[in-house]
């Protein structure tokens, strides 16, 4: 089995594991596999790929994107390290306002399942970092919304002093004035 599956503490979130091959040239593993991640229950279209490069520091979200353009996303951390964070939105959810994070990076090679109706957003934790993600719908920038990283309710544990931010993102809403996600 090139991937293990590993259920979140959160609904539908799941930590993906590849399987890598060594040999005397290097390495190779599958990041994305439709018949297997559809029976893990990942069973959407992914319509646009995504890539960005990061200093160290830099803290990217908390992003969501809303329906007719909702984004379920695949997240990989190609180079360096990442702490990327989610955060369940989902109105009726039981764990509404609940967020979890996870350490990707260029050695574990794990890949997160972000569902839909999740708040996303990462934080470099290397010299610099590049991250690849899948998402099922296009951009759409009317769609967007999030919240701010530094929110007091949610409370993120960032496990980073100062990070750098737009000034896109310093002027995302608080989680209370933030519609949940239906
Ligand atoms: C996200 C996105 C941005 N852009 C443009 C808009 C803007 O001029 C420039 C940078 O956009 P942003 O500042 O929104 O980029 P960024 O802060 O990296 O946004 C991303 O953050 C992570 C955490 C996510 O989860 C993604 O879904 C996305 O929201 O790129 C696109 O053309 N297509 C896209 O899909």
Redesign the pocket.
Known sequence: MPFEFERGEIDNVLLIKPKVFFDERGFFLETYKKSLFAEAGVKEDFN?D?F?FSKKGVL??L?L?RKPKS?S?LVRCVKGEILDVIADVRANSNTYGEWLSFKLNDVNQHILYVPEGFL???VVLSDSAIVH?K?SNE?CVNC?DGVVWSDKTLNIDWQTKDPIV?K??KLLKNFIDFEAYR
């Open positions: 646009q995504n960005s990217r979200g992003h994107q984004q996303k996303h957003g990462f993600y998402a951009y967007e737009s896109k993102d």
